[in-house]
């Protein structure tokens, strides 16, 4: 799939994109999130938990690492590696089965701390990944360009 971009004038039409997503993803994929602070990610993956069909509450995972949610049509997987540094910390924390195979849908924010330029090399050995940059344009707008790999 070529790169596509998608311009969000709110934080709702940045929701419905990823409830989109959550509505048409199978078993198996991680959604690499990548964008500043307040650029909507965790927008992004409430919209995404709402098209699989789970109805808890979703927040960032900042300090959890890791939240998991059930009651959907898969289970989600919601990692935020901010507070880690490397490679190694994010499988010392035990969030490397979460990037590689998922038993459900992985959506990773703050994806680049574990991608790095190693990704393209390894890519067939790992799940189906959406790469996802979301960029701040204006208070209001966001430019949201998204890649799959592995499909």
């Known amino acids: 799939m070529p790169k596509v971009t998608f311009i969000s004038n709110s934080p709702e039409a940045t929701a419905n994109l990823g409830e989109q997503w959550g509505r048409e993803i199978k078993a198996g994929w991680v959604i690499g999130l990548s964008g500043d602070l307040g ?69 990773v924010e703050w994806f680049e701390r574990w991608s790095g330029d190693e990704l393209r090399a390894a890519r067939n050995a790992l799940a189906p990944l959406r790469r996802v940059l979301i960029e701040t344009t204006s208070e209001q707008e966001r430019r949201i360009q998204y890649e799959d790999f592995g499909a």
């Open 39 to 107: 650029a909507g990610k965790t927008q992004l993956v409430k919209g995404f938990a709402r098209g699989l069909g789970i109805k808890a509450r979703v927040h960032s995972p900042t300090f959890a690492l890791v939240n998991e949610y059930t009651g959907g049509r898969l289970p989600l997987f919601h990692l935020d590696l901010y507070r880690l540094d490397s490679r190694e910390q994010i499988i010392a924390a035990g969030l490397e089965e979460y990037l590689i195979q998922p038993h459900g849908v992985a959506v």
